[in-house]
């Protein structure tokens, strides 16, 4: 049965995916200008108090996923602090300057949570990694639940094949779930290439006004006519 996650960046959000029952959110800030940041503690509070599984993005900034001491120090922190707030687990990710999965900071970045306290998942980092098969040997082994993934290509479609192939090799130990431009209309055939689960943003953007000085201020939150159809999409799998 595949799974449904969406990415929200507010309180609306994940009270919205979980009244339309998504297994669970991705909880992240500044999707569309940076592709995601680690949320406020008041906001992953916020998200957790609606109920639905709440999976928090820990990336202190945005650009590449090569990270210095200081900056798995502030994420190590963050992914502690996010537990204790209770996410049902954290999405993290770490390269090495070879583009290869950084497995010592990794290790740094899961060192303050308690063994089998939530569920680890890897961003798309694992799409700028020259091997996806290597590295979903790598991150079974450090105990990641799920990877997010399109194949290595700009969206899931492009990606495809890619997918099939990740979920193959995967066998089950590690969950493949397929995310990056995915549209209500591709959920049936990421569902064929077997994924376990499809994330999207389904996402829209409200214009805004931040004052002198500041210019436009859109902010961007869960659509419920595209989540809706979203939702409707992934359980027609499931009543089949």
């Known amino acids: ?112 949570l308690r063994l089998g306290q939530g569920e680890l998942t890897f961003h798309r980092a694992v799409d700028q990694v020259s091997d996806q098969f290597a590295a979903l040997d790598v991150l079974r082994e450090l105990g990641f639940r799920r990877v997010l993934s399109s194949g290595g290509a700009p969206s899931c479609v492009e990606g495809l094949g890619a997918l099939a192939a990740l979920v193959e090799h995967a066998d089950r130990g590690v969950e493949v779930m397929a995310g990056g431009g995915v549209r209500v209309a591709d959920i049936a055939a990421l569902r064929n290439a077997g994924v376990d689960a499809i994330h999207l943003s389904a996402r829209r953007v409200v214009a805004g006004d931040a004052g002198p000085g500041g210019g436009d201020a859109p902010r961007e939150t869960l659509d419920v006519t595209i989540a809706t159809a979203a939702v409707a999409a992934v359980r027609e799998e499931r009543w089949t």
């Open 1 to 112: 049965m595949t799974a449904l996650e969406f990415a929200v960046q507010d309180v609306a959000g994940a009270r919205l995916a979980r009244q339309l029952g998504a297994d669970r959110v991705e909880l992240c800030s500044a999707l569309g200008g940076t592709g995601g940041i680690t949320p406020s503690l008041g906001l992953i509070e916020g998200a957790v108090a609606t109920g639905v599984p709440v999976h928090v993005l820990i990336r202190c900034r945005p650009g590449d996923f090569v990270y210095d001491e200081d900056e798995l120090a502030v994420m190590a922190a963050d992914a502690v602090a996010a537990m204790q707030a209770g996410a049902a687990g954290v999405v993290v990710g770490a390269l090495t300057e070879q583009r290869e999965v950084d497995v010592p900071a990794l290790e740094r970045l899961v060192e303050g």
